[in-house]
């Protein structure tokens, strides 16, 4: 080992925040480290950001490492750990590492979507397995979680080993495996553990997180006494909670339909691996309308107020062959996500209208988080023995409350690491040594680019102030010709005196040319640039915003 070599950890996505998840793990001297990627999510965009459909990390970073960037690994196939992927992807082009099922998401997304991402070539890689990448050995170790086929990594260098738990929490009766492998994390506590990474969203909650058997039991019963139709929404990815819904229904006597494009998909997947295993065939939609109220159940996306899902289409009654009656019941069987609240709410008084039944984890036990609470995470430290925690997958205040458990614990070192921290872990001492460059890139449409390039300031102004355009002829003794013609959109259509806005903004720029000597005139620019002014002026004046102005002045 070179004196100079070091092993440093560096987020640039989802330490501080929840989702956009992406760990950078490097090892060797400054100039040459090597380095590995573990997971590569997204983000959603809140109301802040207009049109955005899909936030991801900025890796620029890598720009100039990406020689030395070895491989990727995907710990599991929620989109706040694999969703930049196909978009990220072809800039590093590296070998990259993921369960069947992941890859099987992947590759049904890229066909859904096809015009706009590429084909992203990965190799299998599931607990159990190892692969040896530069000076790194990574093993992956089976965690539950609330999709399929999570794990987390142990990874080994020559300097020490570092856990890296991903998305896990401890069921000892979840509705799909596999269990969270303690004997695996003890032996890997043998071994002996540098430094743990690990998920911090629920370390603000005592206890220990109910099992999945308990809400299946739940959701039966809700099933089997209900009278009309039954419609649960969930994340589309909860395949154990799809399937159990599924044989609860079988159970009772009703038929499922499905629906949601992406609920599609991840059936789709779920079934081509296995995991759907005798459960009956879903029906189709035009065979809804066909049968019974108190045969039937829906397993539907929209559970974060999703505007387009079909849960939002159904509250709005907008679907042509799915429709609510007065007595139905609605299971939100999920949590909502910060910042969500509000669509979510929308939907509820939506349904409620309908004379619909809404049933949520506050009234009967309907979900349950794939997260560990404080509990389970001391049990992990007690299976593993870390001499470093360092708390990742969660906002400050998630982050906070870990580092204090960790350190109640009897954890000696758990550093303060935030996005674009570059962490030493070894050797010498556990501290910040560096920020590397990071933040927020944005997709929109088919392309991706940052807050300036995609426009989305101008766009944000735009939907608070609206647009003004005006164009003034002028003839060759520089007088105008004719009336300017003059667009507005987003702005009232009178101002405060009663008068037609258009008419008042029309005035103004007619103004502005006339009260410029004509000998001035020949300076476009100023023309330009004066009408903008007044234009701006007098909606200022008679609304109290200024308008987004663009004016052009030509001479014919």
């Avoid at 999709?147 to 142990?154: R, T, V, Y």
């Avoid at 258009?502 to 040319?513: G, K, V, Y």
Wanted: net charge negative.
């Amino acid at each position: 080992m070179a004196k100079q070599d070091e092993l440093v950890f560096l987020p640039l996505g989802g330490v501080g925040e929840i989702g956009m998840n992406l760990a950078l793990y490097g090892y060797g001297p400054p100039e040459h480290r090597q380095w590995i990627m573990v997971d590569c999510g997204v983000t959603f965009p809140g109301p802040d950001l207009p049109g955005v459909d899909l936030v991801l990390p900025d890796i620029r970073f890598l720009a100039s490492e990406r020689k030395n960037l070895k491989a990727i690994i995907i710990t599991h196939a929620h989109e706040d750990h694999y969703g930049a992927l196909a978009d990220l992807w072809p800039g590093l082009n590296v070998p990259v590492y993921a369960s069947g099922f992941t890859a099987g998401l992947l590759e049904a997304k890229r066909n859904f979507e096809k015009a706009t991402i590429g084909e992203v070539p990965v190799t299998p890689f599931k607990a159990g397995d190892t692969i040896n990448v530069g000076p790194f050995s990574i093993e992956g170790v089976a965690v539950n979680h609330s999709i399929p086929e999570p794990m987390s990594l142990m990874i080994r260098t020559p300097v020490g080993n570092v856990i890296h738990t991903g998305d896990w929490k401890i069921d000892h009766e979840p509705s799909l495996g596999p269990l969270t492998d303690e004997t695996r994390f003890r032996q890997l506590g043998d071994e002996g553990v540098l430094a743990l990474m690990c998920d911090s969203t629920n370390a603000l909650r005592d206890g220990v997180s109910p099992s999945e058997k308990d809400v299946s039991e739940s959701l039966r019963k809700i099933i089997e006494n209900a009278e009309g139709r039954v419609a649960i929404t969930t994340f589309s990815s909860n395949v154990g909670r799809i399937r159990t819904v599924a044989e609860a229904a079988e159970a009772a006597g009703r038929e499922v339909l499905l629906l949601g494009s992406s609920l599609k998909r991840v059936v789709n997947v779920a079934q081509d691996i296995g995991l759907m295993e005798g459960v009956k065939p879903f029906i189709s939609e035009d065979e809804y309308g066909y049968i019974p109220r108190d045969k039937v159940v829906v397993i539907l996306t929209g559970s974060q107020g999703e505007a387009r899902a079909a849960l939002a289409k159904l509250s709005r009654d907008e679907m042509r062959n799915v429709a609510f009656a007065a007595g139905d019941i609605v299971v939100f069987s999920s949590r909502a996500i910060p910042g969500n609240e509000k669509a979510i709410q929308d939907i509820k008084n939506g349904l409620v209208e309908q004379g619909v039944h809404i049933i949520t984890d506050t009234e009967a036990l309907v979900h349950v988080s794939g997260h560990p609470r404080r509990n389970e995470l001391q049990r992990m430290y007690e299976w593993t023995r870390p001499k470093i925690v360092v708390p990742v997958h969660g906002e400050a205040t998630h982050l906070t409350a870990h580092k204090e458990l960790a350190e109640q614990s009897g954890i000696a070192l758990v550093p303060r690491v935030r996005n674009g921290d570059i962490l030493r872990l070894a050797p010498g001492p556990v501290e910040v040594i560096g920020e590397a460059p990071h933040g927020r890139i944005y997709k929109d449409g088919s392309l991706i680019g940052d807050f300036d390039e995609m426009g989305i300031g101008e766009r944000k102004k735009l939907s608070y102030v609206g647009h003004v355009a005006v164009n003034v002829l002028l003839d060759a003794r520089y007088d105008i010709v004719g009336d300017p013609d003059l667009v507005s959109i987003g702005l009232p259509v009178y101002d405060d005196e009663g008068d037609e806005m258009e008419d008042t903004l029309f005035d103004a720029a007619i103004s502005a040319i006339e009260s410029i000597p004509r000998a001035r005139r020949k300076d476009i620019d100023m023309l330009q640039e004066a009408v903008r002014r007044a234009i701006r002026s007098a909606a200022n004046q008679a609304w109290g915003k200024k308008p987004v102005v663009t004016a052009f002045v030509t001479k014919v």
